[in-house]
């Protein structure tokens, strides 16, 4: 849900905000003093900083649904406030001050995010998603929070979008992070079992940030493949040490191909490599294989 929230925020402010991408960069990591110094264009800052449960909308009772040909009730999900500080950041205080304002009064219009921007896996659920934009009692957290991040502090709008939390148990494709690597080295009794044991993961999707199921994704060169699940992740097995090369099929459209070389950590070149890969596919974006 948190990444889906981040293709939502991208696409309201970049299409119903008309911010240009190409202009204006939109990052969602904490707004360090670091980071600010290595930003090279205006920028909006949209900093998760704290998760709570809005306990006024929850409930107790149950629902009926109709699951595997049959009736069956689950509780009501539970809802969650995500709460981010919104900044803007540029050299020139003019441009600052006009993006924050163009931020404000975007997210000030959509008090509840467009069914248009919502992928489906989440418009399924029938919750809408409701936001709300600087209530006084947010407004201390903020001066706090650009405390804590060594900065001087910046004009910053508290944004909270409340989204809803399955309590019923439901088919979980396995946890993958997104665009991490991490390594270790095998003892030598474990080496001897396998060359490499490198997993690699992801998640597809489209442009439109919306998962896509039912794409074949094959590893050239080793036979694999996996096919992605209704949230759009894979998982492909005993990769290649320091390069692989996907074949990505839709149910309909051309096949595109990606080659990811992750061969600049040092651990990855060692026998005996073990660890996971993990990646956001854009399938549009990929090139389809030369014939």
């Known amino acids: 849900m948190l990444l889906t929230m981040q293709h939502i925020l991208l696409r309201l402010l970049y299409e119903r905000g008309q911010i240009n991408e190409r202009e204006v960069d939109i990052i969602f990591e904490a707004p360090t003093l670091e980071r600010i110094e290595g930003l090279w264009q205006p920028t909006i800052s949209l900093f998760l900083y704290a998760i709570q449960e809005n306990v006024e909308l929850r409930q107790s009772s149950y629902q009926t649904v109709a699951a595997n040909g049959r009736a069956e009730r689950r509780p009501l999900p539970r809802r969650f406030d995500l709460r981010y500080m919104v900044s803007a950041i540029s050299s020139q205080i003019e441009d600052e001050q006009q993006l924050l304002w163009r931020v404000l009064t975007t997210l000030v219009r ?12 989440v418009r399924s659920l029938g919750i809408p998603l409701v936001a ?4 006084e009692e947010e407004q201390p957290a903020l001066l706090s929070l650009w405390s804590s991040l060594g900065g001087p502090p910046r004009p910053a709008l508290a944004y909270t979008i409340t989204v809803p939390v399955e309590l019923a148990p439901v088919g979980e494709a396995p946890l993958v992070l997104q665009r991490t690597v991490r390594y270790r080295r095998l003892a030598p009794r474990e080496a001897l079992i396998s060359e490499s044991s490198l997993l690699l993961g992801g998640v597809v999707r489209n442009q439109q940030g919306e998962a896509l199921a039912g794409v074949r994704v094959a590893l050239e060169g080793r036979g694999q493949e996996s096919i992605t699940d209704e949230s759009g992740r894979f998982v492909l097995n005993q990769l290649p040490p320091r390069r692989a090369v996907l074949r990505l099929t839709p149910p309909a459209g051309p096949t595109r191909r990606l080659i990811l070389n992750y061969g600049d950590d040092p651990a990855a070149d060692q026998p005996g490599a073990h660890g996971s890969l993990s990646y956001e596919i854009i399938l549009e974006t990929l090139p389809a294989p030369e014939t």
């Not at 959509?110 to 896996?121: D, G, K, T, V, Y």
């Not at 709300?132 to 209530?135: A, L, P």
């Open 132 to 135: 709300h934009v600087g209530r």
């Open 110 to 121: 959509h008090p509840q995010l467009p069914e248009a921007l919502i992928p489906e896996e």
